[in-house]
């Protein structure tokens, strides 16, 4: 059961150019992830929100957790080539410690 | 980084052969588990454990067993690998119960079966 959608699939911009990444769903998740995997590797946390409406900044990366706790985005300011990667999303469910997973969205950064 | 390791971290079999991964983590965290990552289908769950010698089964765990005799130690086992079996393997643990519940990945595992 996919309960993650996430938005584009696919995503090619120029270096400096913004984007926004979305993850929605119908289900409430006690947290929300954000992970960057790149070829051969595993994917790399790179924030947790916990609190509805929480936003997060990390350097150029902007990350916001929706009120209801169900949906959350991902905004990049001036894309370099370095954030080219697979951008997932990851829910935490309520009850059990169980773990969903959006399809992720595939970001090609062109110098 | 999370200390997450896997081994191995590239296996060519054979169908039809036994086929062990493992994972070792230097966390102490009480939950791990196995993903299957393949194109189209995203990150699957296998199996996890939350605790030595509990586990449960996750989304797509025919044809997997798992064991967990130490805290460290997560292991998946294919007991007659199949072609349908190749894939990416990951191995993640969480500190669920505290209040980021949040999962680190080790960096996989690649299984081609022939």
């Known amino acids: 059961t996919q309960l993650l959608e996430q938005s584009p699939q696919f995503l090619s911009i120029q270096e400096g150019e913004n984007l926004t990444v979305y993850c929605n769903s119908s289900?409430?998740?006690?947290?929300l992830q954000w992970y960057r995997q790149e070829p051969g590797e595993g994917p790399v946390l790179l924030v947790t929100?916990?609190?509805?409406?929480e936003v997060k900044k990390l350097k150029r990366l902007t990350f916001q957790f929706g009120d209801a706790r169900k949906d959350s985005s991902l905004h990049i300011t001036a894309a370099q080539p370095g954030d080219t990667g697979l951008y997932l999303c990851?829910?935490?469910?309520?009850?059990?410690?169980?773990?969903?997973f959006g399809t992720g969205t595939s970001l090609t950064v062109i110098p | 980084d999370a200390g997450i390791t896997q081994s191995p971290r590239h296996k060519v079999t054979e169908t039809g052969t036994p086929v062990t991964l493992r994972c070792h983590q230097t966390e102490n965290h009480r939950y791990m588990y196995w993903y299957r990552q393949d194109p189209g289908h995203g990150l699957r769950l296998i199996h996890y454990?939350?605790?030595?010698?509990?586990?449960d089964k996750g989304e797509v765990s025919d044809g997997y067993s798992v064991s967990r005799s130490k805290t460290e130690d997560f292991l998946l086992t294919l007991e007659s690998a199949t072609s349908s079996q190749t894939s990416v393997y990951f191995c993640a643990i969480s500190d669920w119960g505290t209040t980021s519940n949040t999962q680190y990945f080790g960096p996989g595992t690649r299984l081609t079966v022939l």
């Open positions: 990851a829910g935490a469910g309520l009850s059990g410690n169980q773990f969903y």
């Open positions: 289900s409430v998740f006690s947290s």
């Open positions: 454990s939350y605790g030595v010698k509990d586990t």
């Open positions: 929100v916990v609190t509805g409406g």
